[in-house]
């Protein structure tokens, strides 16, 4: 089974900068797909990014496209999320999780993430 544990959240204002990392262990590291998901309080789970097996497809949602640059090292096993410019709206625990390895849904859908970490805040502040 594989385990997925995000680090790198806090607190940055308005504008600034935090990069969001994701550890893979438990076996080995072979997801094809990897994806970052966020949810803020009452609110469904959104979309953020996500990356293929070899880093060269990348993936964002309208609203951090510009702004976050997704990444992946598969012989550290690691995932991270580059987020610049952050706004209030950036504001929710991010996710890191990884993808089932079928085409049934799209990578922007939670339905194709069969593992997923258990979250890192963002806080942006004005």
């Known amino acids: 089974q594989v385990s997925l544990e995000e680090s790198g959240g806090g607190l940055v204002q308005v504008g600034g900068s935090l990069t969001l990392s994701c550890a893979a262990s438990g076996r080995t590291f072979c997801s094809a797909l990897m994806g970052w998901f966020r949810q803020a309080p009452g609110k469904e789970r959104e979309f953020v990014s996500a990356i293929g097996w070899s880093g060269s497809s990348t993936y964002y949602g309208d609203s951090v496209k510009g702004r976050f640059t997704i990444s992946r090292d598969n012989a550290k096993n690691t995932v991270s999320l580059q987020m610049n410019s952050l706004k209030p709206d950036d504001s929710a625990v991010y996710y890191c999780?990884?993808?089932?390895?079928?085409?049934?849904?799209?990578?922007?859908?939670?339905?194709?993430?069969?593992?997923w970490g258990h979250g890192t805040r963002v806080t942006v502040s004005s």
């Open positions: 999780a990884a993808g089932g390895g079928s085409f049934t849904y799209t990578v922007r859908d939670p339905l194709a993430y069969e593992h």
